[in-house]
């Protein structure tokens, strides 16, 4: 399984982007996928999960919507209302088993994509 993020760039707060990541190798329907972001100096977190619901981070919750199109094999990340904080590298993430039920941690996944930045200016 590849995946390939894309969608990254330079947007000034308040702005909007949309991630896409798209997955190669086989479909993933019924397996997590999830977003995870990374800033200089900080660990990895997550974001925003999706199988048969959605999950957020607290953070985002509000702002970012996680969706998928199982036909094209692909996950999005709508980034609405964007803040400075928001600036990071981010990365799409896929499980290979699809009876996890836990898809928060880095460790839950199996496929990671490349990462995409995201800066966002004041």
């Known amino acids: 399984v590849q995946l390939q993020a894309s969608g990254g760039g330079l947007v000034q707060a308040g702005g909007s982007l949309r991630l896409s990541c798209a997955a190669s190798?086989?479909?993933?329907?019924?397996?997590?996928m999830g977003w995870f972001r990374q800033a200089p100096g900080k660990e990895r977190e997550f974001v925003a999960s999706?199988?048969?619901?959605?999950w957020y981070a607290d953070s985002v919750k509000g702002r970012f919507v996680i969706s998928r199109d199982y036909a094209n094999n692909t996950l999005y990340l709508q980034m609405n209302s964007l803040r400075v904080e928001d600036t990071a590298v981010y990365y799409c993430?896929?499980?290979?088993?699809?009876?996890?039920?836990?898809?928060?941690?880095?460790?839950?996944?199996?496929?990671w994509g490349q990462g995409t930045l995201v800066t966002v200016s004041s």
């Open positions: 993430a896929a499980q290979e088993d699809p009876t996890s039920f836990s898809g928060s941690r880095p460790t839950d996944y199996n496929y």
């Open positions: 190798g086989r479909t993933l329907s019924g397996r997590f």
């Open positions: 999706i199988r048969t619901y959605t």
